[in-house]
């Protein structure tokens, strides 16, 4: 029998699986399948090493989206620049347009493709892009940077979550999706952090030098792949029994688990991405579909234009990013609260709870005219609303089969994306019939988290059922 460090050792270097003896395991003397002895381990080095690595990702694109909203003001006061309202509307929404087509095209090429290897290309467009926007002289040349960069970003968190799902054990993977998706208010949390420490005070170039930052994950990108195992799942609908062993073994190693054989796998047949509209999936495409567009329309319009709105609020734009930075830390207590309740509660109730919440949150602070019941209202809306973001990636690639869950994920987030570039360019609309305040905005996205809540109220309860092949 070979030990654990042997079978990591080999795992990792790609040599073949070693042969052992089929051993019947479950209660009628068959084989475990590859999926069922994933289910039954516990949460180990191996679960934390590759939530770590996906999470770090997560965080440099968080970190991307929460750097644009402080980017864009810093840019609007460049007298290079000298951006009105609508140009600023623009460079928002012209990365969700890339998203949108880079979380659909993701999705597809990680069903197609690999999980990883999606993952690793998207870091690196990323990056690039990032760069290159950090360099632009001209308001073509950003809105073409932002284009690129949603495209990666927009690939690579529905391919990310996909792939943590797929390896977490049962009773760990709405916890472990909605972990993963914390990571997005560490990368916030940064960029409040470098807008209000770096861009107010190294002057024209402070929003270069963030953008600069922000084109790290090129790095990171180097190293990833060789970190991350492929999901067994999708090397199992490919036929590479010898790859998804190894990914297996590579996990049981990590738990001390003793490996046994599993019967070959039989190559399902592919399932097309239009049967998300055939009389099987219809009703829950139509239920996530509605939950991400409603969601994605509240945070971006809200989260995107919070550091302007607040300056023109209070008239101090260092005093705008303070208090952005201060909100942006309560994302992780509410993070924290949903993985804790995703797996007592359920996903349906926590994510429909955390979304009434947001609702209530976004109406108290339209209302807000002080520091602290901006603060405070700001706070409660950030907790809740991340919350449910995290819940909302959890669910997502689990109410499909695994033939069709890269492709599905990505398209309810291109769905969630047409609302992430509606969003900000209503923005000052909703300022203009209100006269210069916030309340019209945040009373309509209020509204648009009743109907996100309402409509996760009809998607299907997975806690504690494996995933679909």
């Not at 019947?24 to 770590?52: C, I, Q, S």
């Amino acid at each position: 029998m070979m030990t654990a460090a042997e079978i990591t050792a080999g795992a990792i270097a790609g040599a073949p699986a070693p042969r052992i003896e089929p051993e019947p395991v479950d209660r009628e003397g068959a084989p475990l399948t590859r999926n069922e002895r994933l289910d039954r381990l516990p949460f180990n080095k191996a679960h934390r090493r590759l939530l770590v690595a996906s999470g770090v990702g997560w965080a440099f694109d968080a970190m991307d989206v929460g750097l644009v909203s402080f980017v864009v003001t810093a840019i609007a006061a460049d007298p290079h620049f000298n951006l009105n309202a609508m140009q600023k509307s623009w460079v928002l929404s012209i990365g969700f347009i890339g998203m949108a087509i880079g979380a659909a095209l993701g999705g597809w090429f990680a069903d197609r493709w690999g999980r990883k290897t999606v993952f690793t290309a998207t870091m690196i467009i990323f990056g690039l892009a990032n760069g290159a926007m950090a360099f632009s002289w001209t308001l073509g040349m950003l809105l073409a940077a932002r284009f690129v960069i949603g495209l990666g970003l927009g690939a690579e968190l529905p391919v990310a979550s996909t792939l943590v799902s797929e390896f977490s054990p049962t009773k760990q993977r709405g916890r472990m999706t909605v972990l993963l998706e914390s990571f997005w208010a560490i990368g916030w949390i940064l960029a409040a952090m470098i807008g209000y420490f770096v861009i107010p005070t190294t002057g024209d170039w402070g929003w270069r030098w963030a953008l600069l930052i922000g084109a790290l994950p090129l790095l990171y990108a180097i190293i990833v792949r060789r970190e991350l195992p492929e999901s067994v799942r999708f090397l199992e609908s490919r036929g590479d029994d010898e790859g998804a062993e190894r990914s297996v073994r590579y996990f049981e190693a990590a738990s001390g688990v003793r490996p046994v054989a599993s019967a070959k796998a039989v190559k399902l047949p592919k399932i097309r991405t239009r049967e998300l509209f055939g009389r099987k999936y219809l009703p829950i495409t139509l239920a996530i579909w509605a939950t991400w567009f409603f969601v994605n329309f509240s945070y971006y319009g809200a989260f995107t234009w919070m550091p302007s709105l607040l300056a023109d609020q209070f008239g101090s734009l260092t005093k705008s990013f303070g208090y952005t930075l201060a909100i942006s830390l309560a994302q992780l207590p509410g993070y924290f609260l949903a993985a804790w309740l995703v797996e007592r509660w359920g996903r349906r109730t926590t994510l429909s709870v955390f979304l009434a919440v947001s609702a209530v949150a976004a109406f108290l602070f339209s209302q807000s005219s002080t520091v602290t019941a901006v603060l405070c209202f700001g706070m409660l809306l950030s907790a809740s609303n991340l919350g449910a973001w995290g819940v909302l990636y959890a669910v997502t690639p689990e109410i499909y089969p695994t033939r069709l869950r890269g492709a599905a994920a990505g398209a309810a987030a291109a769905c969630g994306r047409v609302a992430a570039i509606v969003a900000p360019l209503l923005v000052p609309w909703f300022l203009t019939l209100s006269g210069g305040n916030k309340s019209i905005a945040f009373i309509v996205f209020a509204a648009s988290f009743v109907f996100a809540c309402v409509a996760a109220l009809f998607l299907p309860e997975r806690t504690g059922a494996s995933l679909d092949d």
